[in-house]
């Protein structure tokens, strides 16, 4: 594959395009610091090995799974999604672009249509593209609620997309089950120093300087 072979790319956000993975596992241990060291380390670990599912959901399962306590009311979802919200939102705007990212961007954004799935809520993605100047470059974008799979096979839909012409770029398992739920090719982004936590056969890449020379 390389890019004359594209009609449409699917990026997941953050750990892909821009380097905030650990701002929000840091959010989310200032939120359960209370709990003790040990709550914080379990919650630190499900984040991390649960990235692109919505902050709504873990919220849910810390709680039942992880702190013990009964199931949350939505308005107490709602509250902690506020909180991380305040927590996160200007740490993630002004979080640097991964190696490569901007430059990739610039080089495709007139060759083929280019979109965003994200496990971050739909409008608060929406304020932190315009603040980062980079709405511009995506045709689309969606976030939470919803899964990637959902959100992917929309996508295709809605702008007639060929899924064979098609990539996802992700950095999590459910950013690679999205794109195999649709028939569509998956790149997977796994950081310097990162666990690999997709399949063997599952190509990867470092960041956008380092692209897997087989597929560009």
């Not at 692109?52 to 849910?60: A, N, P, T, V, W």
């Not at 909180?83 to 990739?104: H, K, N, T, W």
């Amino acid at each position: 594959m390389n890019l004359h072979g594209l009609d449409a790319i699917i990026f997941d956000f953050d750990g892909v395009l821009v380097e905030s993975v650990d701002i929000k596992t840091q959010a989310f241990a200032a939120l359960y610091a209370d709990h003790g060291e040990k709550i914080v380390a379990q919650v630190e670990d499900y984040h991390l090995r649960h990235g692109g599912q919505s902050r709504f959901e873990k919220f849910r399962y810390f709680q039942t799974e992880i702190v013990g306590g009964p199931p949350l009311e939505d308005s107490d979802v709602a509250d902690l999604a506020s909180r991380f919200s305040r927590l996160v939102i200007d740490r993630v705007v002004s979080a640097p672009m991964v190696r490569g990212a901007q430059e990739f961007l610039d080089q495709c954004r007139s060759r083929m249509a280019l979109f965003i799935v994200s496990g971050t809520p739909t409008s608060e993605l929406g304020e932190i593209l315009e603040r980062r100047n980079l709405r511009q470059y995506f045709r689309d974008f969606k976030g939470s609620p919803g899964t990637k799979a959902e959100h992917v096979r929309e996508l295709l839909r809605e702008y007639e997309i060929d899924a064979g012409r098609c990539v996802v770029f992700g950095d999590a398992m459910a950013d690679h089950e999205g794109a195999v739920a649709n028939d569509v090719k998956f790149l997977g982004r796994v950081a310097e120093n990162d666990e690999n936590r997709f399949p063997g056969d599952v190509t990867t890449f470092v960041d956008f300087l380092h692209l897997p020379e087989t597929w560009f």
